[in-house]
Every structure is written in C-alpha cells, then in structure tokens.
C-alpha cells in the first residue's frame, strides 16, 4: 500500500504526522503543495482544505491523527 503525505513547509501538523509515521516504521511520499501546487487539486476533491492529507489506499484523513496512523501501521503489518 503507498501512504503519501501531503504537506507544506511550515506545517507543524506535517512535521508531527512525518514523526509518528518513521516512529511506527511506516515508508511514506511527501507532496509539499509549496513545490507541487497543481496537488492541491487532488486533497480539494477529496474534501480537505487542512494540511497534512494522508492518503492510503481508500483510506484518508487529514490533519494529525495518532490514532489513524496507528490503525494504519496496524493495517500495514
């Protein structure tokens, strides 16, 4: 399963979300939407307009969610 993160540079949600996940052993791909704008089509049609957005598979959320990324790492092992 790809996990990508999708982020921005200052975004502290982002930082803390990029920690668990590597805490968890979980591989993921950044988008920082500073360097790829044309992505933020992408998190709009799902719905979302706060950064981080996690996608994995059909699953996704945005924001930082310990407990998704558990669930996740749980789903992943």
Known sequence: MTITVYSAAACVQCS???????????SYTVINLDETPEAKDDIMRLGYRQLPVVTAGETHWSGFRPDRIRELSA???
């Open 16 to 26: 803390a979300t990029y920690r668990e996940m590597e805490k968890l052993g979980l």
């Open 75 to 77: 789903a992943t092992a």
